[in-house]
């Protein structure tokens, strides 16, 4: 499984997500490659994603994709994290 | 995972700002007092806010301001300021901002290390509140730190 973080500049809050997603991911038991990257570059990085997470402000220029684009409001909140992901993920 | 070293240059407590851009602004004075980026990287910083929105606020009361890694940029550095009457970014869960933190990072992988560690230390959600009411710098810096034990 493939899980793109997205955000302005591919490095900052994106990161964060990254960083906390893979925890969360780790906690529950699931493999999958976690990669953050620019808005400007989402098509490419997330052609072959299953999750997309994100801010609000990027759920319209990350436009049509076959991903679940998910919202997170509070990055580092990894219970909100470990929800949206659970459902996501099914 | 380590923070880059918070110099006092880089911690600038109870600021006044009277609006987003100046909070940015005092953030990336930071990063520029300490060696770590030019003012240009403080405008690519604003810029990332114009084009794309308030999504730095990425949590109640924080901002990660932030831009690509480039010849703005001289060293890998982090800045946190402290603001001393909160500053509405437009965001709509996180606002106001009482703590703004600055990150340059000269290429992507530092960059992803230092973030690496302010999850560790802001992921205690009574973090961010600590930071904003902090006295002092060593307070600041003692928070930050917990992200290297963990």
Redesign the interface.
Known sequence: MKIVTICGAGIGSSGILKVNAERVLQRLGLEATVVAADIASVARVAADAQVILTSAEFVEAIGPTRADVVVIENYFDTEELTRKLEVAIG | MTLPPLADRAIVLRARAADWREAVRIAGDALVDSGCATSEYTDAMIR?VE??????V???G?A?A????GAAVRCDGLSVVTLAEPVEFGH???DPVRVVIG?A?VA?DA??AA??A??NA??D?AA?AAVADAPTRDAVRAILQRSERA
Do not use: C, K
């Open positions: 990332m084009d794309h929105g308030p999504y730095i990425i949590a109640p924080l990660l932030h831009a690509r890694p709509a869960h996180n990150l990072g992507p960059h992803l973030v690496a302010l999850a802001f992921n959600s961010i």
